[in-house]
């Protein structure tokens, strides 16, 4: 029972993800997220008791499995300057996947912009992670893989960077190799924030 009542939600996320992908959040209605889904109106609000509450799953969800793969690779990396090199992999996965992401990170973007509890639950994950990169920072400076710096202008010049690349790819998908752009961006910025040997 509980199992298919998680492949129903999974099923409605999944519905979700398409259609406001496709149409936007105000063009789709619960009627057709219902029909794409192929489940009721009933089991639609069993589990989301509005479309907004949806909509702010799938942010969840997305923000869940991001920061599980920053912990896989902060836990195998064998110093923090590396670390952010191999985040660079995960942003390239984002734009590399076809459909789903890139026109969900617009999506979410223009609904924070118009809706007060949106924009709350978008901005708490941007502040939370400027605190998680400042902190990455300080521990690559006492490290010593990353100079002396201050490590709020270096997560703030970091999430710059991450969130400009992501934004130029979803409106010029075509535009460049976005993954290998945006490793080859990240090296480039850490090219400063490394500590040189002979320093």
């Not at 942003?91 to 992401?101: D, P, Y």
């Not at 998680?132 to 997560?155: C, K, M």
Request: hydrophobic letters at 45%.
């Amino acid at each position: 029972m509980q199992q298919r009542s998680q492949a129903t939600r999974a099923g409605i996320l999944a519905a979700a993800r398409k259609l406001f992908s496709q149409h936007g959040y105000d063009a789709t209605g619960v009627a057709e997220l219902c029909a794409e889904a192929g489940v009721s109106k009933g089991a639609f609000y069993h589990h989301f008791a509005t479309k907004q509450a949806l909509f702010l799953a799938l942010l969840d969800d997305w923000l869940e499995g991001l920061d599980e793969q920053i912990q896989s690779i902060l836990f195998t990396a064998p110093t923090i300057a590396e670390g952010l090199v191999r985040m660079a992999g995960v942003a390239g996965k984002m734009v590399g996947e076809a459909g789903g992401n890139l026109p969900m990170f617009l999506e979410f973007w223009t609904q924070a912009s118009r809706d007060p509890a949106v924009w709350a639950a978008t901005i708490a994950p941007y502040q939370r992670y400027q605190r998680v990169f400042a902190g990455l920072v300080q521990t690559g400076i006492d490290e010593g893989s990353l100079r002396v710096t201050d490590p709020n202008v270096a997560a703030r010049m970091l999430l710059s960077l991450a969130v400009g690349l992501l934004l130029q790819a979803s409106l010029d998908p075509q535009g460049a190799d976005w993954p290998r752009t945006i490793e080859q961006s990240l090296r480039l910025l850490l090219s400063g924030l490394e500590k040189r040997s002979d320093a």
